[in-house]
C-alpha cells in the first residue's frame, strides 16, 4: 500500500452523530471526538502497520498531516460554494477531517490510536478543554451511545446556527476573524478552502508537537 492511500477515504460525519450535533450543539466538538475514536482508532492502527515499515515516525505523521490539510481544503471548497447554507456542514465536514488527522497522528508516533485517551487529547488540542484529563471526564458524561440518534429531537435551522457557532469557536478559529466571505455563495468556496487548510495546519502542528514529545497540550 502507498503511504497515503489510505488517507484518501475519509467519509463524511455519520448520520446519527450529525443529527446528535444538531439537536445538542453545545456538546458539538465532544460528539464528533467520541465517534471519530469509534470510526479511525482501527483503521489508523492498520494504516500505520502497513504503510509504516521503512518510514520513521516523523514521515508517517507529515504524510498524515500533508494528506488531511489537501483533503480540508477540498472539502472547504466544495461546502463553500453554498455559503451559509452549508455553513455547518462545512465546519462539521472540517471537524470530521481534523479529527481524522490527530488520530492518524497519534497513530504515527506510536500511540495507540483506540485508546480512551485519543478523543480527550483531540478536545485538548482544539483547546475545548485545558487538559485531556478534563477532557475525559466529559467524554465520560455524554450518555447516550454514540451510534443512538436522537430521534426524538426536532431539527431546525436554528439548530444548524447553533451548532456552526460552536465549532467555530474550537475548529475554526481563522474563520471568526475572517469569516464574513466564506457566507457568500461562490465567494465564500475559496475562502473556505483556504481557511480551512490553515485551521487544519495549525492544528496539525500543535498535534504533531504534542506526540513527538516537543511539547505538551
Do not use: C
Not at 91 to 104: H, N, S, T
Not at 158 to 182: C, D, H, P, T
Amino acid at each position: 500500500m502507498a503511504v497515503g492511500q489510505e488517507l484518501e477515504r475519509v467519509g463524511g460525519v455519520p448520520d446519527p452523530i450529525w443529527r446528535r450535533m444538531l439537536a445538542q450543539p453545545e456538546r458539538a466538538p465532544e460528539l464528533i471526538a467520541a465517534a471519530a475514536a469509534e470510526r479511525f482508532g482501527d483503521p489508523a492502527e492498520r494504516w500505520v502497520r502497513i504503510a509504516g515499515p521503512g518510514h520513521s515516525p516523523a514521515s508517517l505523521a507529515k504524510t498524515a498531516y500533508e494528506k488531511h490539510v489537501r483533503l480540508s481544503r477540498l472539502e472547504g471548497f466544495a461546502l463553500g460554494f453554498g455559503g451559509i447554507v452549508t455553513g455547518a456542514a462545512n465546519l462539521g465536514g472540517l471537524a470530521w477531517v481534523q479529527a481524522r488527522m490527530v488520530f492518524y497522528i497519534a497513530a504515527a508516533y506510536g500511540y495507540d490510536p483506540r485508546h480512551p485517551m485519543r478523543p480527550a487529547e483531540l478536545l485538548a488540542l482544539w483547546e475545548v478543554y485545558d487538559t485531556p484529563a478534563e477532557a475525559r471526564e466529559a467524554l465520560d458524561g455524554l450518555g447516550k451511545p454514540m451510534a443512538q440518534a436522537m430521534v426524538e429531537n426536532t431539527l431546525s435551522k436554528s439548530g444548524e446556527r447553533g451548532l456552526s457557532e460552536k465549532l467555530m469557536r474550537y475548529v475554526g478559529k481563522r474563520v471568526i476573524k475572517r469569516g464574513a466571505g466564506r457566507l457568500v455563495p461562490l465567494i465564500g468556496a475559496p475562502i473556505s478552502a483556504v481557511q480551512n487548510g490553515g485551521s487544519t495546519k495549525d492544528l496539525g502542528r500543535r498535534a504533531i508537537a504534542y506526540y513527538s514529545g516537543e511539547s505538551s497540550a
